[in-house]
Antibody
Framework: QVQLQESGPGLVKPSQTLSLTCTVSSGSIISADYSWSWIRQTAGKGLEWIGRIYSSGSATYNPSLKSRVTLSVDTSKNQFSLKLTSVTATDTAVYYC????????????WGQGTLVTVSS | DIQMTQSPSSLSASVGDRVTITCRASQSINTYLNWYQQKIGKAPKVLIYAADGLQSEVPSRFSGSGSGTEFTLTISSLQPEDFATYYCQQTYSTPPTFGGGTKVEIK
């Protein structure tokens, strides 16, 4: 079954850019149907969807974060990535990468999550 | 954004109890409603998709129902491994949004 693993720095300074990569294994990231998402979780705001990307490179973002988020995909490495600019302490969260079923389906595979702390 | 409201936010129950969790959407979402279980330190795991579809390998004591704006997750006979936090999620419109969670604790 598909496995996802997040990687990236666990500590980012305020105003800098948070960068995470998700590596997909036991399955191809190339799909016309499935999409690949980033979701974050904080104690205060709960689960928050950040955005999704297809292997074609087509991406959709949460309007609340759109001005600061960029998703990208590297099909040769079976990876997709998240960049979040101008971070503040409120961006401190556990970040998950995940796979979404097509046509408004459920998120059926998740990475284990990675804690990113924004602090100087 | 569509707001998802879960109730209760927490509950205490005993092994063998029947448990029902409610999720209400701020507007109609048809049956674009999923339920997840999350244990401490772990990622959420899908239990129910499209309001009443049982995810593969999920025990049949879990069931979902509803459409439009009101949905329920029922655990017919609570087991020790079911103590966790449960979330609903709408995927009717972008951005997908989650409920605030229901923590199921041991009585």
């Amino acid at each position: 079954q598909v496995q996802l693993q997040e990687s990236g720095p666990g500590l980012v300074k305020p105003s800098q850019t948070l960068s995470l990569t998700c590596t997909v294994s036991s399955g191809s990231i190339i799909s016309a149907d499935y999409s690949w998402s980033w979701i974050r979780q904080t104690a205060g705001k709960g689960l928050e969807w950040i955005g999704r990307i297809y292997s074609s490179g087509s991406a959709t973002y949460n309007p609340s974060l759109k001005s600061r988020v960029t998703l990208s995909v590297d099909t040769s490495k079976n990876q997709f990535s998240l960049k979040l600019t101008s971070v503040t302490a409120t961006d401190t969260a556990v970040y998950y990468c995940a796979r979404d079923r097509p046509l408004g389906g459920a998120t059926d595979y998740w990475g284990q999550g990675t804690l990113v702390t924004v602090s100087s | 954004d569509i707001q998802m409201t879960q109730s209760p936010s927490s509950l205490s129950a005993s092994v063998g109890d029947r448990v029902t969790i409610t999720c209400r959407a701020s507007q109609s979402i048809n049956t674009y409603l999923n339920w997840y279980q999350q244990k401490i330190g772990k990622a959420p795991k899908v239990l129910i998709y499209a309001a009443d579809g049982l995810q593969s390998e999920v025990p049949s004591r879990f069931s979902g129902s509803g459409s439009g704006t009101e949905f329920t997750l029922t655990i017919s006979s609570l087991q020790p491994e079911d103590f966790a936090t449960y979330y609903c999620q709408q995927t009717y419109s972008t951005p997908p949004t989650f409920g605030g969670g229901t923590k199921v604790e041991i009585k």
